[in-house]
């Protein structure tokens, strides 16, 4: 992934949130809020999904710390863009994502082995996927 360090969210990441926001501040801005919401809720679904499969990629061999940092930064950046957004729901969308790169932090991966901390920690972390990245 990252050779070097990065200070700032990807400008994909930073391009996302912008469009998200832009779109539904103008284009999209006569629709009745649950729409709005609904709207959201598949863009981010879709998002956090295809962030999730980045570092699971066939053609990704190892994840250095710096990847490990970039994409931790880029998961908290959709965070608090979601925050911003006032809605429980759009922020669940984004559990497995966060706990995914939170076990990508680990200090200890054998906690993911442990059933009962792997239930409190990394609930919504697919087993498979938790694995591999862990082997990475």
């Given amino acids: 992934m990252s ?4 200070k700032e969210p990807s400008n994909y990441m930073q ?3 912008r469009y998200l926001s832009n779109i ?3 284009v999209l801005l006569g629709l009745p809020t649950e729409i709005k919401e609904l709207i959201y809720f598949d863009a981010l679904s879709h998002a956090a999904s295809m962030i999730l499969l980045l570092p699971l990629s066939p053609q990704v061999k190892h994840i250095n710390p710096n ?5 931790v930064k880029d998961v908290h950046y959709l965070t608090e863009f979601v925050d911003t957004l006032e809605n429980p729901m759009l922020r669940e ?5 966060q706990q995914t ?5 680990a ?3 054998d ?8 239930n409190k920690k990394y609930g919504r972390v697919d087993a498979m996927n938790g694995h591999a990245l862990l082997e990475k």
């Fill in 3 to 6: 050779p070097t360090l990065e």
């Fill in 15 to 17: 391009t996302l949130t």
């Fill in 24 to 26: 539904m501040n103008s």
């Fill in 67 to 71: 990847g490990t940092a970039a994409l």
């Fill in 93 to 97: 969308n984004l559990d497995e994502l």
């Fill in 101 to 105: 790169v939170a076990l990508m932090q």
């Fill in 107 to 109: 200090e200890n991966s």
């Fill in 111 to 118: 906690e993911f082995y442990d059933v009962g901390t792997r």
